[in-house]
């Protein structure tokens, strides 16, 4: 099992940018990670994936050109750069690890954001 610590999150005004970090440990295989978000009252929402070896990106339309997913593997950290964030993107932002690029077996804690109109 691989563990995600995620950090970053906080509150900001629409338009600003945010970076949230994922500090990965553990022994597992893993040949994605990628970012999700839950708001309140929905379900998760999927919006960035990287390959664990490879620099390939996946994102939803809804976030692409926004949201930039990276990594420092020197640091075991994956980033999820948010830009022009708007209110509709308030959620609790997780970080998560798996076998493909959108389905996930491990999951951290999650941050907050909360973008304010």
């Known amino acids: 099992q691989v563990q995600l610590v995620e950090s970053g999150g906080g509150l900001v005004q629409a338009g600003d940018s945010l970076r949230l970090s994922c500090v990965a440990s553990g022994r597992a295989f893993t040949s994605y990670f990628g970012w999700l978000r839950q708001a309140p009252g929905k379900g998760r929402e999927w919006v960035a994936s990287?390959?664990?070896?490879?620099?390939?990106?996946y994102y939803p339309e809804s976030v692409k050109g926004r949201f930039t997913i990276s990594r420092d593997d020197a640091k075991n950290t994956v980033y999820l750069q948010m830009n022009r964030l708007k209110p509709e993107d308030t959620a609790v932002y997780y970080c998560a690890a798996g076998g493909n690029p959108t389905s996930f077996t491990s999951w951290g804690q999650g941050t907050q954001v909360t973008v304010s109109s």
């Open positions: 990287i390959g664990r070896t490879s620099s390939v990106t």
